[in-house]
């Protein structure tokens, strides 16, 4: 579990309510909430996507979409209700960070669907939470609950002829959903399988009205970002990668925890200076910088900006904001290994190439791990992946073979070695192997 965790170079606009009861809505109002929300009523949709944009946030779901962007793609005359739909399902391993919002600031939340909501015209907004945050339901339906009693929600918000309505929602547990098209197939109460795009939701989304679809954290940031104004927010972070992320570090680290620094900090400085370095002083194999969909680095490669075109630049992903440091004496095999039979029991089985491709590689990975491997294993493993990429209904197919591609082609060698060292040459260190 992420624990709520300190370091002085922390920039703390998302968190800084956190651990000061903000979940009641007293306190919430007491530490300057909802004011945000009742400026872009009295400034209008147009200047609420023009701070949007002028503030560089990008998504922090995973793509990085630039959010001011993705909003004005929705149509301002729509036959049709719009909504705004809140993806609270986090899922991907190694993320860590939407769950601290909902437990310690769910009003920022609600705010931040609001002003969405007043941005694209939308009178509904929904957040959804997954299965498993079943506890955080309870604290996000209070909050839902007091809002209303206070008039920030219902036919005429703050005292205006403003209507906008909120809907939680949990899901039943699944990774898949997370996916936007999903999820909205999830919401509507139907099994969580993607739909075709185009259309993009902001156009055909949610009951086939125009829908903006963002992370939890995305929509807990917009609130902030009005407050500060998008000119601060956008400051505080890298060029195109505007103010601060939640970065979930964990793994083989000394202070693992969900920590809040500029867009474009210093990845090795995040793991030795803020993370205090590899456990027990062992060695850095590897980081994966964004979820476990995403590439791993290798020690020479962590000399990087965290931020989407810094971390794309060199190769991976900066995803979803989760690093997990990876020690020397861990067998990358049997991580893979892992890694895939995740991604084998989270494929919702729609496509071939993810539903069969997982499955080979999961067993594949399974019999060259404990022994049972030859040479040319190797290059099936890469070629299995190979074939998924590109290939798939949604990207969950991406998202299972990148990470495997990268872990044949940076650690052939460790491959190689399990084929001499049988079963596995990290077999004495299997109780530290632990991801
Ligand atoms: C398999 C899969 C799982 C995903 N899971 C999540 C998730 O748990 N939370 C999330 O916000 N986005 C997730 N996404 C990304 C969403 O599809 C979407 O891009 C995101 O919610 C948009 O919000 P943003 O623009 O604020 O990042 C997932 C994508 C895929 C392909
Ligand atoms: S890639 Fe295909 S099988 Fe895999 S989760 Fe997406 S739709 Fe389902």
Redesign the pocket.
């Known amino acids: 579990m992420p624990r709520l965790v300190s370091h002085p170079e922390e920039v703390k606009i998302v968190t800084r309510r956190f651990g000061q009861g903000a979940a009641q809505i007293e306190r919430y109002i007491a530490l300057g909430g909802y004011t945000a929300a009742q400026k872009c009523l009295s400034e209008g949709p147009e200047w609420i996507i023009e701070e949007m944009k002028a503030s560089n946030l990008?998504?922090?779901?995973?793509?990085?979409?630039p959010?001011g962007l993705?909003w004005s793609f929705v149509p301002k005359q729509s036959a049709k209700p719009k909504y705004v739909?809140v993806?609270?399902?986090?899922?991907?391993p190694g993320?860590c960070k939407?769950h601290l919002i909902f437990l310690h600031d769910p009003h920022s939340v609600i705010e931040g669907t609001i002003i969405a909501g007043l941005a694209i015209g939308a009178k509904t907004g929904f957040i959804y939470l997954?299965g498993e945050y079943r506890y955080l339901l309870e604290i996000m339906e209070k909050a839902v609950a007091e809002a209303y009693a206070k008039g920030f929600l219902g036919k005429n918000i703050f005292g205006t002829q403003t209507e906008f309505q909120i809907i939680t929602q949990s899901g039943a547990g699944a990774?898949?959903?997370?996916?936007?098209?999903?999820?909205m197939e999830s919401v509507e109460g139907k099994r969580g399988v993607?739909r075709i795009k185009p259309p993009f939701p902001a156009v055909v989304g949610l009951y086939g009205g125009p829908t903006v679809?963002?992370?939890?954290?995305?929509?807990a940031t917009v609130p902030h970002v009005i407050s500060m104004g998008a000119a601060a927010y956008a400051a505080v972070g890298s060029q195109r990668n505007g103010g601060t992320r939640l970065f979930g570090l964990s793994g083989h680290v000394e202070r693992p925890g969900v920590y809040e620094l500029p867009m474009g900090y210093n990845l090795k400085k995040m793991i030795y200076d803020v993370g205090g370095g590899v456990r027990g002083g062992r060695g850095l194999k590897a980081v994966v910088p964004g979820g476990c969909?995403t590439p791993c680095l290798l020690p020479d490669e962590i000399d990087i900006g965290m931020d989407f075109d810094q971390v794309g630049k060199a190769g991976s992903m900066l995803g979803?904001g989760g690093v997990v440091v990876i020690d020397d004496q861990t067998c990358i095999v049997e991580f893979a290994l892992r890694t895939i039979s995740f991604y084998q029991h989270?494929s919702c089985g729609w496509c071939i190439p993810c539903r069969e491709g997982t499955d080979w590689l999961k067993k594949s990975l399974t019999r060259f791990h404990a022994g049972y491997g030859e040479k040319k294993d190797i290059d099936q493993i890469q070629y299995l992946a190979e074939n998924m990429m590109g290939r798939t209904f949604?990207?969950?197919g991406?998202?299972a073979a990148m990470p495997i591609l990268g872990f044949v082609k940076k650690f052939r060698q460790e491959f190689e070695d399990h084929l001499h060292g049988k079963p596995c040459p990290f077999a004495k260190h299997v109780d530290l192997a632990v991801v």
């Open positions: 990008r998504g922090r779901g995973g793509a990085g979409f959010t993705k739909l993806n609270g399902d986090e899922s991907e993320t939407d997954r990774y898949e959903v997370g996916e936007e098209s999903a999820l993607p679809i963002n992370n939890a954290e995305t929509i969909s979803s989270e949604c990207p969950l991406d998202a």
